[in-house]
């Protein structure tokens, strides 16, 4: 939080001390019945070491120009009934009407970027401060009045909204602070988002993986210990997931994080199936969700619209546009195949559908003079040797991509053909020539995308 609150004449600072000490018992009435005008910092934040680092923060508010404390802000957070309660300390030697006025607006403002959902809630025994709220009260979604407790303290809450279109994508500042993080992930469309998140901490976790997450993993991070079982798991604070449909792994996770009272959060990689992610006979929903563009943002509010929602950067399209830039022979044509869909539907795959998209993309290549095409199997699936015999027999030019990472085949790609695979998507913001075979169907997500291109 130190870093993130700053203008010309305040800053917020993080004083919360995160060592394991136990505060006297007596340490039970309201925060700010403990302090008075008279303000040692030192013996303050010693006070203060045993502070939960996940869910409490103490902030110190400080005047730039004079490096004086002017208040302070206790907050507690609860990721699992998604409410903030605020209790505020101004000393009243160094209170100044406009810093207050500053503090609550820059506070707002972080709590907005930072905890989209959730209820917040101010206390103050400070007059000034009340009156502070008021003037911002046109600004707040609020809930219910003010309401004066048996301390005589006052507060009132609002509902941060969720996070709206023109906030720039970042990664919650929660996640930075001392707590202990257990990732799991099975498919390897989530895998890729949460390892993407991980290397971007640099910091050390624990993972529960299995199936193509487990390669992915390995290639990518070096700074994490391997869990191998859900017994293990109950020593760590929060979740973070991938939503894959092609195992019960991730929703497993979340399911017992969820019975012993533990946040979650997972990454939604996909646009396709996001009811069934969260379904096996019976419904788990983790506590957050994470979505890195702004289709995916509106279409999760839509569909879970009581979730906190957070627009994260999308570290793997920002990669991908750097190595096709810099990449100068790109001439394969790359078909993505996905497994074949059992129920049939408007968007169903089978194999005289997968013949017929390979046979665009022989066509393709002979009419431009490209060099070859390069089928990639979808990782949950594996190609067998009766796959490559039926596709040779459509041309010759056709073989089989044996990379792990989808941006070492993109970026050798002169042309993507697909079907409902978030390949086509990251391949159309590179600005590779992308066609689905699905694209102007009605209802389908490349609909939204018109640089993906109907065959």
């Known amino acids: 939080m130190s870093n993130e609150l700053k203008i010309s004449e305040l800053r917020y600072l993080d004083i919360s001390s995160h060592s394991a000490h136990k505060l006297n018992d007596d340490y039970s009435s309201p925060f700010l019945q403990n302090f008075n005008s008279s ?11 045993a502070y939960d680092h996940f869910n409490t923060h ?47 607006s820059m506070l707002l403002e972080y709590f907005r970027n930072n905890f989209p959902n959730f209820l917040l809630t101010f206390i103050s ?20 009045e003010f309401i004066k407790n048996r301390n005589k303290f006052v507060s ?13 994508p970042k990664i919650p500042d929660f996640l930075s602070t001392e707590i202990s993080i257990c990732v799991a992930a099975n498919d390897a469309g989530g895998a890729q988002q949460v390892s993407n998140i991980m290397e971007f901490l640099n910091r050390p976790f624990s993972a529960f993986l299995d199936g193509p997450a487990i390669e992915i993993f390995e290639k990518s991070l070096n700074n994490y210990t391997l869990v191998k079982n859900e017994s293990d798991i109950d020593k760590f604070d ?30 939604l990689d996909h646009w396709v199936n996001y009811q ?56 394969k044509i790359l ?39 390069i089928v990639r199997a979808h990782p949950s699936s594996k190609f067998q040797d009766s796959d490559l015999r039926i596709f040779k027999a459509i041309c010759n030019n056709v073989s089989i991509s044996s990379n792990l990472k989808l941006k070492e085949d993109l970026q050798n790609s002169a042309k993507v053909l697909g079907f ?27 609909n939204q995308f018109p640089s993906i291109k109907s065959l």
């Open 39 to 49: 303000f040692d910092f030192n013996a303050k934040r010693n006070l203060h070491q």
């Open 58 to 104: 103490i902030l110190g508010i400080e005047i730039l120009k004079t490096n004086v404390l002017f208040g302070m802000i206790h907050v507690d957070l609860n990721f699992i009934e998604y409410t903030i309660e605020c209790e505020f300390l101004v000393f009243e030697d160094e209170f100044n009407t406009k810093y207050l006025d500053i503090s609550l």
């Open 125 to 144: 025994s400070s007059e000034s401060s009340i009156i502070a709220c008021l003037r911002l009260r046109k600004d707040l979604k609020l809930r219910g």
């Open 156 to 168: 009132f809450g609002l509902i941060i909204p969720n996070q709206q279109s023109s906030l720039m």
């Open 238 to 267: 929060l979740l973070i997931c991938g939503t894959g449909w092609m195992s019960n792994l991730e929703f497993n996770m979340i399911n017992h994080f969820k019975k012993n009272r533990k946040p979650s959060l997972a990454v």
């Open 276 to 331: 069934s992610r969260f379904e096996r006979g019976f419904r788990v929903e983790p506590n957050m969700l994470a979505v890195t563009n702004l289709f995916a943002l509106d279409l999760a509010k839509k569909y879970f619209p009581r979730i906190p929602i957070w627009l994260i950067p999308d570290f793997e399209l920002a990669e991908l546009r750097k190595l096709i830039i810099k990449s100068t022979d790109r001439k």
């Open 335 to 373: 078909v993505l195949l996905e497994p074949y869909t059992v129920l049939q539907d408007s968007f169903s795959i089978d194999q005289s559908k997968v013949i017929e998209l390979i046979e665009k993309a022989c066509k393709i290549n002979k009419i431009e003079k490209l060099d070859g095409v």
């Open 420 to 446: 409902n695979s978030y390949g086509l998507y990251l391949s159309s913001m590179s600005d590779i020539d992308t066609y689905s075979y699905f694209a102007n169907y009605t209802g389908h997500w490349t």
